[in-house]
């Protein structure tokens, strides 16, 4: 257990033996922390028309665009419980489903939730592009998630794919993410995702192939706090070394939400870059970290 009395979870054991820092210099940061939904993830299309069409046969009329506006108000909208996403973060998902499109069909959620044929959750997509502008202390885009493809067979014939019924790719890593990750990972810089997410985060990341890239996952869910609280982003800073922990000073965050991500990190005193305003691409992101003489401050 960590201080504060929450659970820390390091994942990757081969972080007691890093490779070597990069020729050129030691990194300007120690670690690099980076938010999910909006940042590392993306939708490769909006799904608030996949929400309308597979609401037709519950008798749902309301257009794609009222979707996404019922899904800023079930955002903005205060939760009764201390965490949005425990466990699996059903309840919740459940009431912004309701509110957003205003069906309370149990069999409409389910569809949405489960997947249609298990294959993978229509739920999670819903709000990357409407939850941008919110400006709400609890949230990032908490979006993408998914479940394992269950026929064996079938996951052999498509490998670590998840695909929503109706056509394509659901999401997918932001571009360039992997590679400034891997270079990262390969000068020595710490690495963790800290997300405001629930329980089906960590299946998400190793279907995608960058769950073994981190040296910590801090999901909301599983520590009882989430951002922009303090405690999630301490248990970042504690979780990515196995040696020392990682002052905040030491320590740079990537997120696209101003409160949670942002205010969040600088409060602790880590440095935080607001995704696609701060910096625009993780090639940024690795350049900034590896070679900051070539990004001035405010460049």
């Known amino acids: 257990m960590g201080s504060g009395g929450y659970q820390l979870f390091i994942v990757n054991e081969d972080t007691k033996n890093p490779k070597p820092r990069n020729s050129k210099g030691k990194p300007s940061y120690e670690a690099l922390l980076v938010d999910v939904g909006g940042t590392l993830l993306e939708t490769s299309k909006p799904v608030a028309s996949i929400y309308a069409e597979l609401g037709l046969k519950y008798g749902l009329k309301k257009s794609p665009d009222e979707i996404k506006t019922g899904f800023k108000k079930a955002f903005a909208a205060p939760w009764p419980e201390r ?4 466990g699996d ?3 919740f998902w ?8 205003g069906c ?11 997947g249609a044929g298990n294959r993978s959750s229509l739920i ?10 919110l400006a709400t202390t609890a949230c990032e885009v908490l979006v993408l998630f998914g479940r394992r493809l269950e026929n064996e067979q079938e996951e052999q014939s498509s490998p670590r794919t998840l695909v929503v019924i109706f056509e394509g790719e659901a999401w997918r890593v932001s571009a360039g993410a992997q590679e400034a990750l891997v270079q990262l990972r ?3 810089v710490k690495l963790a995702v800290v997300s405001n997410f629930d329980s089906r985060l960590r299946p998400v990341l190793q279907d995608l192939q960058v769950y073994s890239l981190f040296d910590a996952i801090i999901v909301s869910s599983e520590i009882g706090f989430e951002k922009p609280a303090r405690q999630i982003f301490e248990a970042a800073l504690s979780n990515v070394s196995y040696e020392l922990k990682v002052g905040a000073e030491q320590a740079v965050h ?46």
């Open 83 to 86: 965490l949005r996403y425990e």
């Open 186 to 188: 390969e000068a020595g």
């Open 94 to 101: 459940r009431f912004a489903v309701a509110t957003a499109t």
């Open 124 to 133: 999670d997509f819903s709000v990357l592009d409407c939850l941008a502008s």
């Open 104 to 114: 309370r069909d149990e069999s409409y959620f389910e569809e949405l939730y489960q």
């Open 89 to 91: 973060g059903k309840p």
């Open 254 to 299: 990537v997120g696209d939400d101003a409160t949670a991500d942002k205010a969040g990190a600088e409060a602790l005193g880590i440095k935080a870059w607001l995704w696609k305003k701060d910096v625009k691409s993780f090639k940024e992101v690795a350049g900034r970290i590896l070679n900051a003489d070539a990004y001035p401050e405010g460049s």
